[in-house]
């Protein structure tokens, strides 16, 4: 009995730090990205990877410089995580002849174009 005890307080501790909700955002998420790096990846966007410069500080893009990155539009991408990561280590030429150098110009690790692609990455799913 108290076995049984034990294992329903766990099932029960389970539950509260489980809910629904929480699972069904973990599942949402790209392999590999957290919520931590969604987070850290909006600090640089708008910070030391400058992509604010060309992307606007909300990401919805400066005519002929930087795409809308809110919507589920992409020119150098196919929106998923992955490509995302990858667009943004090579660089990308716009039609206007605007170019974004790979790891958006500053000297980025990869860690933290991977934090910036997730948070990317989450502003397409946002309007979804």
């Known amino acids: 009995m108290k076995q049984l ?7 029960t501790c389970a539950t ?11 599942s949402t998420l790209p392999a590999g990205v957290t919520e931590q790096m969604i987070s850290d990846g909006a600090a640089i966007f708008k910070g030391a990877g400058t992509c ?6 909300d990401a919805k893009g400066i005519p002929n410089l930087g795409a809308n990155l809110t ?8 929106g ?5 990561v990858a667009t ?13 150098p790979p790891k958006g110009g500053p000297n980025l690790s990869e ?14 799913k946002k309007n979804q």
Not at 16 to 25: D, E, S
């Open 5 to 11: 005890s034990s294992w329903l307080t766990l099932a």
């Open 88 to 100: 943004i280590n090579r660089g990308a030429q716009g039609a206007s002849g605007a170019v974004m």
């Open 111 to 124: 860690e933290q174009v991977k934090a910036v692609a997730a948070y990317v990455w989450s502003l397409s």
């Open 71 to 78: 919507d589920s539009e992409w020119t150098h991408a196919d």
């Open 80 to 84: 998923s995580y992955d490509s995302i």
């Open 52 to 57: 604010f410069a060309c992307h606007g500080p």
């Open 16 to 26: 509260v730090v489980l809910t629904p909700a929480a699972l069904a955002q973990q």
